[in-house]
C-alpha cells in the first residue's frame, strides 16, 4: 500500500543487505523500543530491496501470535512449499497434504497444522538457488514461553549450517528479553548475530513531512519547531506522523494544538502513571536517580540521598541491590555499557516531567 507519509530508509537498508550478501556477517539484530519504526522499516525498506537484490524474504511477528512456535513453524512451511513451487504454494497449501522437501517426501496430517522438522525446513529453504532472508519481528517473544527452548536450538544450529544461504534480521524491543537470546554466555544465540541499535530517524524525517504538509495544504510550517517537537516525542515517528496527518486532514489547526493532542496520547498510550502506581516507593526514588542520570546508584553519596529522601537513617547496597533487580526482572531498568539505566527514554520523559 502506498503511504505518502513514509520517510524510507533506503541507504541504511543498502548497507545492511550488502552487508548480508556479501557475507560480511550472516545476521544482525536490531533494537529499539516500540513504536520506533522497526517493523515498518522491514516490511516497506528491506523487503523490496532484499527481493530485487535476489533474496527470498520471509517476514514473521512474533508479537501478533498467541502461540508463536507452532505459527512460525506452519509459516516457515509455507515458505519452504513456496519457494519449491516458485510462488504457486501461496494458493494450494491449504489444499495439498504433500510436499516435497527436497527429495524427501513428507506426508502432512490434513486437518491438523504440518509438523515438519524445523532442520529440514531450513534445509529445504537453503537448497533453493535463491538465497533467502529471514525477517524476525520482535524475536525476544519467543523466548518467553518456557516450552520453546527445543524450537530456539533447532533454528539456530539449522541457522547456522546454513549461513551461507539463510542471511537474518532479527529485531526486538526488550533489552532484557534480547540479551537472555543473544548475549548472556549460555544464550542460545550467543554472538550469533552483530547487534545494532536501530538508528532514530532525525531531522530529515521531520524536514520531509514539513514539505508535504506545504505541498498538501500550501501553509508553511516551521522545520525547527517541527524538529524541536520531534524531540520531545522522543523520535518516535508513530506520534510524529499522527500530528502532521492531523494537521493535514485539518489545516486550520495549529502546531501547538495538534501536537498537545498527540503528546497526551503518547503518555496515556505508553501507561506511565499504571506502572508508577504499582512501584514501591523505594522503586521510584531509585528511578528518580537513574531517570536524572546518575549511573553509580550504588556509590555512597547515592545511598546518602536515597535515605534521606526515603526517611530512613542509612540504606546498604544490598537493599539497592535487591530493588534494582527488581526493577530489572520489570524491564525497567537495563545495564548498558556497564551501566545503569531507564530502558524506555519514554519513560524516564515522563518520570523527569513529574519530578521537577
Ligand atoms: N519511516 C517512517 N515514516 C513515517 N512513519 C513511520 C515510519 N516508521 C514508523 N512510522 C510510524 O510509526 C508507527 C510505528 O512503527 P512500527 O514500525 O510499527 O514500530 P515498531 O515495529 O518499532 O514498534 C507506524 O505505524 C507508522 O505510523
Ligand atoms: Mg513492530
Known amino acids: 500500500m502506498k503511504d505518502p507519509l513514509f520517510f524510507h530508509r533506503r541507504d541504511y537498508a543498502a548497507k545492511l543487505i550488502n552487508s548480508l550478501k556479501d557475507g560480511i556477517t ?17 516490511i516497506r525498506d528491506i523487503v523490496p530491496l532484499a527481493e530485487q537484490q535476489g533474496f527470498n524474504v520471509f517476514y514473521f511477528s512474533f508479537m501478533d501470535s498467541e502461540n508463536p512456535a507452532a505459527d512460525f513453524q506452519t509459516a516457515l512451511t509455507r515458505f519452504a512449499a513456496d519457494i519449491q513451487t516458485g510462488g504457486k504454494a501461496k494458493t494450494l497449501i491449504s489444499t495439498i497434504s504433500k510436499i516435497d522437501i527436497i527429495g524427501v517426501a513428507l506426508e ?19 537448497a533453493d538457488n535463491r538465497p533467502s532472508l529471514l525477517l524476525l519481528d520482535e524475536v525476544q517473544e519467543l523466548a518467553r514461553g518456557r516450552d520453546n527452548a527445543q524450537l530456539i536450538k533447532s533454528l539456530r544450529t539449522g ?7 539463510i542471511k537474518t534480521i532479527f529485531t526486538g524491543s526488550s533489552t532484557n528479553g534480547l540479551r537472555a537470546m543473544f548475549n548472556d554466555h549460555k544464550a542460545p544465540f550467543f554472538h550469533f548475530a552483530h547487534a545494532l541499535d536501530f538508528p532514530l530517524l532525525d531531522r530529515a524525517f ?19 519547531a517541527l524538529y524541536n517537537l520531534f524531540e520531545r516525542m522522543k523520535h518516535t515517528p508513530m506520534y510524529m506522523r499522527a500530528t502532521i496527518q492531523d494537521m493535514i ?31 514501591s516507593a523505594m522503586e521510584r526514588l531509585i528511578l528518580q536517580e537513574a531517570a536524572k542520570g546518575n549511573t553509580a546508584l550504588y556509590s555512597s553519596s547515592t545511598r546518602a540521598a536515597l535515605a534521606k529522601k526515603a526517611g530512613i537513617d542509612s540504606l546498604n547496597t544490598s537493599t539497592i541491590q535487591g530493588n534494582i533487580r527488581k ?6 531498568l537495563t545495564k548498558s555499557n556497564g551501566q545503569w539505566a531507564i530502558n524506555s527514554p519514554l519513560f524516564q520523559a515522563w518520570i523527569l516531567e513529574q519530578t521537577d
Open 26 to 42: 550472516h545476521a544482525f539484530t536490531l533494537f529499539a523500543p516500540r513504536r520506533m519504526g522497526k517493523t515498518e522499516f522491514l
Open 159 to 165: 541457522l547456522d549450517i546454513n549461513k551461507d544461504r
Open 249 to 279: 486532514l485539518n489545516p486550520a489547526l495549529s502546531l501547538d494544538e495538534a501536537a498537545a493532542a498527540r503528546l497526551a496520547q503518547m503518555h496515556e498510550n505508553s501507561n506511565h502513571p499504571a506502572q508508577w502506581r504499582d512501584l
Open 206 to 224: 521531520t524536514d520531509f513531512l514539513a514539505d508535504i504538509y506545504h505541498e498538501r495544504t500550501g501553509n508553511s510550517l516551521d522545520h525547527t
Open 327 to 332: 526493577l530489572e526482572r520489570k524491564e525497567l
Open 108 to 126: 502432512r496430517e490434513t486437518a491438523s497444522a504440518p509438523q515438519y522438522r524445523l532442520s529440514e525446513l531450513i534445509g529445504a529453504i537453503a
